[in-house]
Nanobody, 130 residues
Framework: QVQLVESGGGLVQAGGSLRLSCAVSGRTFSVYAMGWFRQAPVKEREFVVAISRSGGNSYYADSVKGRFTISRDNAKNTVYLQMNSLIPEDTAVYYC???????????????????????WGQGTQVTVSS
């Protein structure tokens, strides 16, 4: 069983920054590609960014490219999401997710599909005021 616990959400003014963290426990962190998704009220969960097992590959949604940065520390079993230049449209519950990629050939593999991810955190609220 894998547990994911997000932290770092909160209320921030437009133009501000937040850093989300996701601590992973229960299995070997380094065999999981990691992703961040978000869900605003009455909207479907949407992809934000993903990072490969090694950290050597990442992929961003167009809406956050240039403003958000994902990183991971495999020694600390933690993935981070640095969010800068926040806008009200970024308001949502942010979810961390783990995608099991044990094959050595998948070291750079990542996905933007919700159904590819095996484990999810409980979410952390991010609210950006105008």
């Amino acid at each position: 069983q894998v547990q994911l616990v997000e932290s770092g959400g909160g209320l921030v003014q437009a133009g501000g920054s937040l850093r989300l963290s996701c601590a992973v426990s229960g299995r070997t962190f380094s065999v999981y590609a990691m992703g961040w998704f978000r869900q605003a009220p009455v909207k479907e969960r949407e992809f934000v960014v993903a990072i490969s097992r090694s950290g050597g590959n990442s992929y961003y949604a167009d809406s956050v490219k240039g403003r958000f940065t994902i990183s991971r520390d495999n020694a600390k079993n933690t993935v981070y999401l640095q969010m800068n230049s926040l806008i009200p449209e970024d308001t949502a519950v942010y979810y961390c997710a783990a995608d099991h990629r044990p094959s050595p050939l998948a070291i750079l593999a990542i996905s933007d599909r919700v159904d590819e991810y095996d484990y999810w955190g409980q979410g952390t609220q991010v609210t950006v005021s105008s």
